[in-house]
Nanobody
Framework: QVQLVESGGGLVQPGGSLRLSCSAS????????MGWYRQAPGKQRELVAR???????SYVDFVKGRFTLSRVNAKNKVYLQMNSLKPEDTAVYYC??????????WGQGTQVTVSS
């Protein structure tokens, strides 16, 4: 059974930075892609960024230029570096892994709060 564990969330002031980590129980190389989603109170969960097994990344417009997604296969980890954070980035951030069979796995989420 695949398990994903997020860490690195917290409280940060506007303009600050955080780095989220997602640790997988198995080899992330086997996943078709991995990504980060977020869900703010009262809103639907939305995609933030994805990275394929080949290392190609894609970002939604509202984080382009501020967030960077990377993966370290040897450590079975995916990172989301978040810079220039804004109050509207406040949400629970979830790690997601998509297998080659189309099965989707989720972590438990980590809270990110951007506030002065």
């Amino acid at each position: 059974q695949v398990q994903l564990v997020e860490s690195g969330g917290g409280l940060v002031q506007p303009g600050g930075s955080l780095r989220l980590s997602c640790s997988a129980s198995g080899s992330i190389f086997n996943f078709l892609s991995m990504g980060w989603y977020r869900q703010a109170p009262g809103k639907q969960r939305e995609l933030v960024a994805r990275i394929t097994s080949g290392g190609s990344t894609s970002y939604v417009d509202f984080v382009k230029g501020r967030f960077t997604l990377s993966r370290v296969n040897a450590k079975n980890k995916v990172y989301l570096q978040m810079n220039s954070l804004k109050p509207e980035d406040t949400a629970v951030y979830y790690c997601n892994a998509l297998s080659g069979t189309g099965r989707s796995y989720w972590g438990q989420g980590t809270q990110v709060t951007v506030s002065s």
